[in-house]
């Protein structure tokens, strides 16, 4: 547009409303700054209402966001579709429009009409070429709304479009990055003694992705994990993560195969969300049997490194990815997992550039994978694949290791005291006990001797606030001892056949013992491992 | 359902009901375990069969759930066997806790 065609008058105004958006305004949020602008308009084009509607994508609608003079229509949360109405013909039409009689015909908008706005002109809010709202003004008396007030106005709201625009996409990348945040697992979980590291680093060029890693015990008391890659950026992206973690979470709840989860995932995917895609890998661990049961929904395949030093790219079936309609079952692998082993499960950001081939990048992820401490196996790959190259796409990377601390090394677990920590412990007991050769009936005893007691400290140690239950289980000669502590306060066990448990815990030890104390319970173990 | 650790399933056969139990119980889904066994048990049973043989793990919340059923059905005048396998999790505490007293066992 030339200043040319603008009458003298307007350039003028024009100026003062140009040093309002660049500088005094720089530091405000969306809404601050279309208000301020919305009243410098109002001023200079003599108007009585001036208004800022933002198009949401996902409904195809504009929704009132800053007004001044008729404030209801944003106090209401006025909504207007695009292609209806006044509003909904500038955003469809992409042009500016003139409306010298305001009715039923014309303005979808009651509060316009009720408010006996007669004359009006909009015009859209464009940001390389595509709709991001509309702005329009409005006045009581008739008036005939001239060339130079249409170019005038479209003016500033190339301004506006421009200003919100940036101030959108910030606002947008702090939200998705604020809830990528929230959905990582700060603190990964103490399961069974597997330690866990894990990185998560947003892309350069395009932001936040929708990158996801998560790690938490199943109800079976087995180890759920899940590397994941919404297609997308931004926030859209992070949202749609957050959904699948959820689901992904819920859906273990009802099985333990990974192919069955998966499966489930997709289906909900599919129905709910037919536009979206994304790639998984979910691998549930059973410790105690080494071994791990994984799926592949179009997700890169993980490193596992062995204790005997070997470094390998898991050779697994790969299935579609979730969202993508296919009429073929999903398939889990069985992966023997033996105690000491590595494995490194990343997103494509980690291993893709442009520049380099696939298959090199690969081989530099497995010779910066080994055998040691999840921390530092996740510093290694990092230095190697990222350096000081920040990477253009998200990174997330999580490596695990399982324990291999040898047969009869003291055992030291800490569980929060709730009911779903006992099929943990057992879980961590089982593989401990198996491991220093304890026979089917010692296991059992064992098991229940410390279920009893740790179901008890669940039930009785802790009013509302809760608190948590260490187990430490050690060797002694042939017998292994194991001692259960809270530090709540003992309580009598509440209800009938409660007194089962001592009869229990007497029958299935050879010593037990239990010590009460101001700072908490202790109950002492004691069996014999062969017989 | 599976979404415990448990799986129970049961059927019927003229005035006779079968309920299997697979898995671990446990504080976190013994309530669950004792409505799904109710709710195969109606007042037209005459005789209920409970199949603990694929029982992994059981201690006295779950023995609580057992002998509940026992007095509950006994109340009912409906006939109540318990099948646990010798050397098994469930009968080891069965015999510990002296169910098998007051209800009948067998191994299978």
């Not at chain 1, 039409?93 to 010298?100: F, G, N, P, T, Y």
């Not at chain 1, 998200?394 to 324990?403: F, G, H, Q, T």
Request: hydrophobic content about 45%; glycine content about 10%.
């Amino acid at each position: 547009m030339s200043d040319l065609t603008q009458p003298r008058d307007a350039t003028d105004r024009l100026r003062g409303i140009q040093s309002v958006t660049d500088a005094a305004l720089a530091h405000l949020d969306v809404e601050t700054l279309l208000l301020e602008l919305l009243d410098r308009l109002k001023e200079i084009l003599e108007v009585d209402t001036a208004a800022v509607l933002l198009l949401d994508r996902p409904s195809n609608s504009l929704v009132a966001t800053a007004a001044r003079g008729i404030e209801e229509e944003v106090v209401q949360g006025v909504r207007i579709p695009v292609g209806r109405g006044f509003a909904g013909r500038i955003a469809a039409e992409k042009r500016a429009v003139i409306l010298d009689h305001v009715d039923h015909t014309t303005v979808m908008n009651p509060i316009l009409r009720a408010r006996g706005i007669n004359s009006m002109l909009g015009v859209p809010l464009l940001s390389a070429g595509e709709v991001l709202g509309v702005l329009h003004v409005g006045t009581l008396r008739p008036r005939e709304f001239t060339r130079a007030d249409v170019e005038l106005l479209q003016l500033v709201a190339d301004r506006v479009a421009l200003a919100t625009q940036a101030r959108l996409s910030e606002t947008e990348r702090s939200a998705a990055l604020a809830l990528q945040r929230s959905l990582l697992p700060g603190r990964l979980p103490l399961i069974s003694g597997v330690e866990f590291g894990a990185r998560y680093v947003p892309g350069a060029a395009e932001g936040v992705g929708g990158d996801w890693y998560d790690v938490f015990a199943m109800p079976s008391g087995a180890l759920c994990v899940v590397m994941g890659d919404v297609v997308g950026r931004g926030l859209r992206a992070a949202v749609v993560m957050g959904r699948l973690r959820s689901t992904l979470r819920a859906y273990a709840m009802t099985t333990d195969d990974p192919a069955g989860i998966l499966d489930l995932v997709d289906r909900k995917l599919q129905h709910f969300e037919p536009d979206e895609m994304a790639t998984a890998l979910l691998a549930v661990l059973d410790v105690n049997h080494d071994l791990m049961r994984i799926s592949s929904a179009g997700h890169p395949p993980p490193v596992l490194a062995r204790a005997d030093g070997t470094v390998s790219m898991l050779d697994l079936p790969v299935d579609p990815p979730l969202g993508v309609r296919h009429g073929r079952a999903r398939r889990t692998t069985d992966i023997e997992l033996p105690p000491g082993s590595v494995l490194c499960l990343y997103t494509d950001g980690l291993v893709e550039r442009r520049t380099i081939p696939l298959d090199d990048r690969l081989e530099q992820l497995e010779s910066a994978v080994m055998v040691d401490n999840p921390e530092n196996v996740c510093a290694s790959v990092m230095r190697s694949l990222v350096g000081a190259d920040a990477p253009a796409d998200d990174i997330a990377l999580l490596v695990l290791r399982i324990p291999d601390d040898g047969p009869g090394v003291p055992l030291d677990l800490t569980f929060t005291a709730v009911p779903a920590s006992l099929a943990q412990i057992r879980a961590a007991l089982r593989r401990w006990l198996r491991r220093v050769g304890a026979g089917d009936s010692a296991v059992h005893d064992v098991l229940v001797a410390v279920g009893e007691a740790t179901s008890n400290a669940v039930e009785h140690a802790y009013g509302p606030a809760g608190g948590t239950i260490a187990v430490r289980v050690e060797l002694d000669g042939a017998d292994v001892l194991v001692e259960i502590a809270d530090n709540g306060q003992w309580r009598e066990p509440r209800g009938h056949g409660r007194g089962r448990g001592t009869l229990i815990m007497q029958m299935t030890t050879d010593e037990f013992r239990v010590e009460r104390g101001a700072s908490g319970t202790t109950v002492f173990v004691r069996r014999r491992l062969d017989r | 359902m599976s979404s415990i650790g448990v799986t129970i399933t049961g059927g019927s056969d003229g005035g006779a009901v079968l309920i299997a139990v697979a898995g671990e119980i446990d504080l976190s889904n013994s309530e669950h375990v004792e409505q799904q066994i109710a709710s195969f048990i109606s007042n037209r049973t005459m005789h209920a069969v409970v199949d603990l043989t694929q029982v992994t793990y059981i201690d006295s919340i779950g023995m609580r759930v057992l002998f509940g059923l026992a007095t509950s059905l006994q109340t009912a005048q409906i006939g109540l066997k318990l099948i646990a396998p010798i050397g098994s999790p469930a009968r080891r505490l069965i015999e510990i806790s002296g169910l098998d007293v007051i209800v009948d066992v067998e191994p299978g």
